[in-house]
């Protein structure tokens, strides 16, 4: 048995994986692909394999993705061999849920402001700060992510509502409504945040008319995909003032052009799609994976978190 890391794990998580599984054959390689033919399984970050790869791992049985997103993997070359796919859905959502309070935060009490002031050696007390106790969150994709983030909203005292494909209910949501009925509740929240994946449903969800039923307070929050909404349409929003601000982790283009307008736009915050960071990523993506060979190792179970490949989560 051969498995295929294509990027590096730190030395002691390697010893971690090489001691649970002595049968197991290892290969840590980072841009190198000479291991492929020989793999059993690829466990992978999502970004660095294309359908000629896959052609390559002519053995391979199972690709196990380091990430939650999937969108960039070669759809049609693995459904074809019938690969089995995994990721690590759910492994984001602490550090991105801090990502987002901490945005949030950061808005409502004025910290730029103050950090602004700072620097300037200002001493101003003309600071408009807010609270979110008392205000209404809409969460575009309530799921592992959008829950924690809910969670920890509610903690402040604010209002949650879930918007997904269904309309069912969700962990820490006060209310869950379907994509269909977004409009009806448009109009309630102070904050929009999206945490969907990219798929042929989520692609330009959010329309001109989304934006306009907004109120001109919102702050609208993208850590999913940002292929949600034309950079075209939130542009005028925020140009035209629609809404007051947006807080961006995700782009329709990565890495963000240097002449892209967002970049001197007092009211959106660049954020280079790092909310997901954290020093214990790889060891969380580790606790989904070990498990997983082992029973993999022994009658090829299904692991937990399997990708539909046709609907791309």
Known sequence: MEILFTFIPKEDQQQRLETEFPQ???????????????????????????????AAAEKVQWIMVASAGIEK??????????????????????PMAESALAHLLSLKRSLPTIYENQRNQEW?????????????????GPGAIGSEIGRMLQAFGVYTIGCNR???KAPHMDDTISFENILEKLPQADYVLSILPSTDETKQLLKEVHFKAMKKTAIFMNFGR???????????????????CAVLDVFEQEPLPQDHPYWTMGNV?????????????????LDIFIPDLKKWLVDQTVPTNLVNMEKGY
């Open 124 to 140: 101003s007390r003309r600071i408009r700060s807010s609270e979110l106790n008392g205000s209404t969150a809409l969460i575009l």
């Open 166 to 168: 269904s309309g069912k």
């Open 226 to 244: 940002g292929d949600l909404v034309s950079d075209e349409i939130l542009l005028d929003a925020l140009r035209n003032e629609e809404i007051a």
């Open 24 to 54: 197991v054959h290892f290969h840590f390689i980072y841009k190198d692909k000479t291991r492929l033919a020989s793999a059993d399984i690829i466990v992978t970050y999502g970004e660095d394999l294309t359908a000629e790869d896959v």
């Open 73 to 94: 993997l070669p759809h049609q070359a693995i459904a074809e061999r019938g690969i089995t796919v995994s990721n690590v859905k759910g492994i984001h959502k602490i």
């Open 269 to 285: 915050v660049v954020s280079p799609h790092v909310s997901s960071h954290s020093g214990k990523y790889v060891e969380r993506a």
